[in-house]
């Protein structure tokens, strides 16, 4: 099921937990690890009519951030292969997020991991950090590492589309490994349309008979219908049930297309105090 797992890195020690969570994931899955890291070149103009010294400077400074580089991946290397992981390297040069991107349509990995770096409000809404912008357009399942990461249990945003349930299938599947229990969590914010009082009774109703379906199908399952905005709902359920994690389902996208996901998986993402696995289904 989880064949590649591709875990990219930057040179501090954040890059730590993405491994601990990659180490415990190919134990159950017998899955190859990558770790990549990006170095992006200098953005400096007229670098090559700088004086001489000070452009030497520059580039003396990339080198050693290459050696810093692979230095910090071989000793990654090597711990993974003392937990008998199957592990390769690579260091990549470019923009940090499309260099990623780019990487995994090489790979085709099964899952992306990384650690979630602490940011302000300002600099999100500026730039986006790298993990969640590598979330928001890869074709591929991203898993953010928010803190330490068990699978003791694990909360599925739920919306009755196709992209939900296969992301519900993708839990099943880590929680027969983990033992995790699941909590299905289903936000009805259906009573903004009050005009059609009558018809939304009806389809509440028939959400709740599709929620226990879901119920009794599978087993360790629990189910939750609350009302409020999806993104709200998700975070505080699940913060409330004591998950370790928050799956969310979102539709494939277009062969060779990169575009970003809705408000609402991004605020799942940005505002979730737990990690946060964004699994991409495979309808267009």
Same mark, same amino acid.
């Given at each position: 099921?989880?064949?590649? $797992?591709?875990?990219?890195? &930057? $040179?501090? &020690?954040?890059? *730590?937990?993405? +491994?601990?969570?990659?180490?415990?994931?190919?134990? !159950?899955?017998?899955?190859?690890?990558? @770790?990549?890291?990006?170095?992006?070149?200098?953005?400096?103009?007229?670098?090559?009519?700088?004086?001489?010294?000070?452009?030497?400077?520059?580039?003396?400074?990339?080198?050693?951030? *290459?050696?810093?580089?692979?230095?910090?991946?071989?000793?990654?290397? =090597?711990?993974?292969?003392?937990?008998?992981?199957?592990? !390769?390297? /690579?260091?990549?040069?470019?923009?940090?997020? !499309?260099? @990623?991107?780019?990487?995994?349509?090489?790979?085709?990995? &099964?899952?992306?991991?990384?650690?979630?770096?602490?940011?302000?409000?300002?600099?999100?809404?500026?730039?986006?950090?790298?993990?969640?912008?590598?979330?928001?357009?890869?074709?591929?399942?991203? $898993?953010? @590492? /928010?803190?330490?990461?068990?699978?003791?249990? @694990?909360?599925?945003?739920?919306?009755?589309?196709?992209?939900?349930?296969?992301?519900? =299938?993708?839990?099943?599947?880590?929680?027969?490994?983990?033992?995790?229990?699941?909590?299905?969590?289903?936000?009805?914010?259906?009573?903004?349309?009050?005009?059609?009082?009558?018809?939304? =009774?009806?389809?509440?109703?028939?959400?709740?008979? *599709?929620?226990?379906?879901?119920?009794?199908?599978? =087993?360790?399952?629990?189910?939750? +219908?609350?009302?409020?905005?999806?993104?709200?709902?998700?975070?505080?359920?699940?913060?409330?049930?004591?998950?370790? $994690?928050i799956v969310v389902g979102k539709r494939q996208l277009k062969e060779g297309k990169r575009t970003f996901i809705g408000s609402t998986s991004y605020k799942i993402l940005k505002d979730s105090p737990i990690s946060v696995l964004i699994y991409r289904g495979y309808h267009e």
């Amino acid at each position: 099921m989880l064949h590649n $797992l591709v875990v990219p890195v &930057d $040179l501090t &020690d954040t890059g *730590k937990k993405a +491994l601990e969570v990659a180490v415990k994931t190919s134990k !159950e899955f017998n899955s190859k690890v990558w @770790i990549i890291t990006v170095l992006e070149k200098p953005n400096i103009p007229f670098l090559q009519e700088l004086p001489e010294e000070e452009r030497n400077a520059i580039l003396s400074l990339n080198e050693k951030l *290459k050696s810093k580089a692979i230095e910090t991946l071989e000793s990654y290397k =090597e711990y993974l292969k003392t937990q008998d992981v199957d592990t !390769e390297y /690579k260091i990549l040069e470019g923009d940090t997020v !499309e260099s @990623i991107l780019d990487f995994c349509e090489t790979i085709v990995p &099964d899952l992306i991991i990384m650690p979630s770096h602490q940011k302000s409000d300002i600099e999100l809404q500026a730039i986006g950090s790298v993990s969640l912008r590598v979330a928001s357009k890869s074709k591929y399942p991203v $898993l953010v @590492i /928010k803190g330490s990461l068990n699978f003791n249990k @694990i909360a599925v945003a739920y919306d009755f589309l196709p992209s939900s349930q296969e992301a519900l =299938e993708f839990t099943l599947s880590l929680s027969k490994h983990f033992g995790s229990k699941i909590v299905v969590i289903h936000a009805d914010n259906d009573r903004n349309y009050s005009h059609l009082k009558s018809v939304l =009774e009806k389809v509440r109703q028939h959400k709740i008979e *599709k929620l226990q379906q879901l119920k009794n199908i599978y =087993e360790n399952i629990e189910v939750y +219908l609350t009302e409020g905005s999806p993104d709200k709902v998700v975070v505080e359920e699940a913060v409330k049930e004591n998950a370790d $994690l928050i799956v969310v389902g979102k539709r494939q996208l277009k062969e060779g297309k990169r575009t970003f996901i809705g408000s609402t998986s991004y605020k799942i993402l940005k505002d979730s105090p737990i990690s946060v696995l964004i699994y991409r289904g495979y309808h267009e």
